[in-house]
């Protein structure tokens, strides 16, 4: 499994912005999720969403504010942003998990397997 993250940039406060994470052999993974590491701090989970069914959950820190979404015709998850805040500003990861691990810890980046190598989301006040 291969997961390719893109979509980050340099946006405004209040801005929005689509994060996209394409990966290959998919269909050996249950869940994807998003996670996010800013400097000098853990890393946090962002969203997360079922392959199959297309569940969807989130972290305290963007709900309200992002939607996950999947087209497995792509492979391919989006993380759409808005009402951007300079605290978004981090390196965005994604991640996934094997097939038959149930939707239980999908907050904490131990229980996902596979990683993909980060795009970075810089918020300007």
């Known amino acids: 499994v291969q997961l390719q993250a893109c979509g980050g940039g340099l946006v405004q406060a209040g801005g929005s912005l689509r994060l996209s994470c394409t990966a290959s052999?998919?269909?050996?993974?249950?869940?994807l999720g998003w996670f996010r590491q800013a400097p000098g701090k853990e890393r946090e989970f962002v969203a997360a969403?079922?392959?199959?069914?297309?569940?969807?959950y989130y972290g305290d820190s963007v709900k309200g504010r992002s939607t996950i979404s999947r087209d497995n015709a792509k492979d391919t998850v989006y993380l759409q942003m808005n009402s951007l805040k300079p605290e978004d500003t981090a390196v965005y990861y994604c991640?996934?998990?094997?097939?038959?691990?149930?939707?239980?810890?999908?907050?904490?980046?131990?229980?996902?397997?596979?990683w993909g190598q980060g795009t970075e989301l810089t918020v300007s006040s």
């Open positions: 991640a996934a998990r094997p097939l038959f691990r149930s939707s239980n810890g999908l907050e904490f980046p131990t229980n996902y397997d596979y």
């Open positions: 052999g998919r269909a050996f993974t249950s869940y």
């Open positions: 969403i079922s392959w199959r069914s297309g569940s969807t």
